[in-house]
């Protein structure tokens, strides 16, 4: 175990602003497939009702911030074992979404046979979300002096069980503050309870044009281009 127990001492009550990333083609992937508005208001409802339903914790919640929590999915991420219950990804920065996004369309890229060989253009919503409550901040110390556990691109056996350890307790810490593993001095936070998320009146989005490749990743938004070398 790479922490001590006393170190949880350093949960504290937080509010932050932060950023996430979607996909946003799926009422033009609709439209593509009917031929009124009428049509696609009913494909788009048999959709919603084939999909699971939402845990009672989050059927109030904005579908922006409720959909990590609707599905279990059987492929890890950073603090979320395999088949564990959802959890919410945002950063401080746009560019910080950005390099997270560009990883995770890469990877799922390359292990997409019918992909890998073409580029692939998709069309992503930036929104931002107010988080409100506890939080452990592991950029801290003395949760920094293993920052590069936390930070490992490949293993995440040590956040899979400090996220498990922290989500067991009594109450339950809400979130977990990280750096990024793809943006150097990225800051990242893992929500693990809906009701500490809410959507700002009014939303603040952005619009952001997404083209992966095997080699890279581009993305752009107004002037904002980035891009991801991924080979």
Do not use: N
């Not at 439209?31 to 048999?46: A, G, P, Y």
């Not at 799922?108 to 930036?126: K, N, Y």
Request: charged letters at 25%.
């Amino acid at each position: 175990m790479p922490w001590q127990d006393d170190w949880l001492a350093q949960v504290q009550s937080r509010k932050r602003v932060l950023w996430r990333g979607v996909e946003a083609q799926h009422r033009v992937a609709t439209m593509r497939l009917v031929d009124d508005l009428d049509e696609q208001l009913l494909l788009e409802q048999l959709l919603e009702d084939s999909k699971p339903a939402l845990p009672p914790r989050s059927a109030s919640a904005h579908y922006l911030l409720a959909t990590p929590f609707r599905y279990v999915s059987a492929w890890p991420s950073r603090f979320r074992r395999p088949d564990e219950p959802g959890a919410w990804y945002g950063a401080d920065e746009p560019a910080t979404v950005a390099a997270e996004v560009a990883y995770w369309r890469w990877r799922f890229h390359m292990d997409s046979d019918g992909l890998r060989e073409q580029p692939v253009l998709t069309e992503l919503t930036f929104f931002q979300a107010k988080f409100s409550g506890s939080e452990l901040d592991l950029t801290q110390p003395p949760w920094s002096g293993q920052r590069e556990q936390w930070r490992d691109p490949d293993d995440y056996a040590s956040c899979h069980a400090l996220a498990a350890h922290v989500r067991s307790l009594q109450p339950p810490v809400q979130a977990i503050r990280y750096e990024s593993a793809r943006a150097e001095g990225g800051m990242c936070e893992v929500v693990f309870d809906v009701h500490a998320l809410a959507i700002p009146k009014p939303g603040v989005q952005q619009t952001w044009t997404c083209k992966t490749t095997a080699e890279r990743v581009l993305l752009s938004h107004d002037a904002q281009r980035l891009q991801f070398d991924m080979k």
